[in-house]
């Protein structure tokens, strides 16, 4: 179980969004916390249905690598979604990945989300999209205590290493170096 579960879309291993993702697991690690990175889009996830079981059960009746992605997410006390902007917003794998978050909606609370992207366009105010829905996704998980803290939006990023050149990994670390998790609440998570 990791303290720091980043879910990482890009298709890009090395690339742009996966050194922000490693640049924000360098402050997490050095401040002494755990972490998992998950490569959303080598994951087995399948399509949400839209059955709508899980507004009953809680649970989603499809069988694979959801299983244990809703696992870490229930655990985790922090969730970074690391995703390149396609068209705007998310990337496929990412938002397949949040639609079949539906099945946990009612029942994760008390995570601190962050954002992290990166795309080509020339400034932040490109980002505006992907943000508001990251914030009204969040808005959805209805359980008290999730809030949506801060994002990273790394612009001008075409090249797989162009990210190199900006202060996005810079703000990234600064970011993850300000997260405190309070040991006693993540532990009662488990051991109650
Ligand atoms: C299908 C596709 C759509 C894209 N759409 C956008 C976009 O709407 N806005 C943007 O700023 N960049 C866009 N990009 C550029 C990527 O977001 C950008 O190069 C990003 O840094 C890639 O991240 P990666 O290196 O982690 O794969 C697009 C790239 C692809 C492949």
Redesign the pocket.
């Known amino acids: 179980m990791a303290q720091v579960l980043v879910l990482m879309s890009?298709p890009?291993k090395h690339?742009?969004?996966?050194r922000l993702a490693n640049a924000f697991i360098k402050g997490v690690e050095e401040n002494g916390y755990s972490t998992e990175k998950i490569y959303v889009n080598y994951q087995n996830i399948k399509p949400c249905l839209g059955c709508n079981v899980c507004q009953k059960t809680n649970q989603c009746v499809q069988k694979d690598d959801m299983q244990e992605i809703y696992e870490k997410m229930l655990e985790a006390k922090v969730i970074v979604f690391a995703s390149?902007?396609?068209?705007?917003t998310f990337n496929a794998s990412m938002k397949l990945l949040i639609d079949r978050t539906f099945a946990i909606e009612k029942t994760i609370h008390d995570k601190d989300f962050y954002l992290l992207t990166?795309?080509?366009?020339p400034e932040e105010s490109?980002f505006r999209i992907i943000k508001d829905t990251f914030q009204k996704y969040i808005d959805c998980l209805r359980v008290g205590g999730n809030r949506f803290v801060d994002s990273i939006l790394g612009f001008q990023?075409?090249n797989?290493d162009d990210i190199e050149k900006t202060n996005a990994l810079e703000k990234a670390y600064n970011m993850a170096k300000e997260i405190k998790i309070n040991e006693q609440e993540f532990n009662s998570l488990f051991f109650t």
């Open positions: 890009s890009r690339g742009n969004t996966d390149p902007v396609y068209f705007y990166t795309g080509l366009a490109y990023t075409g797989k």
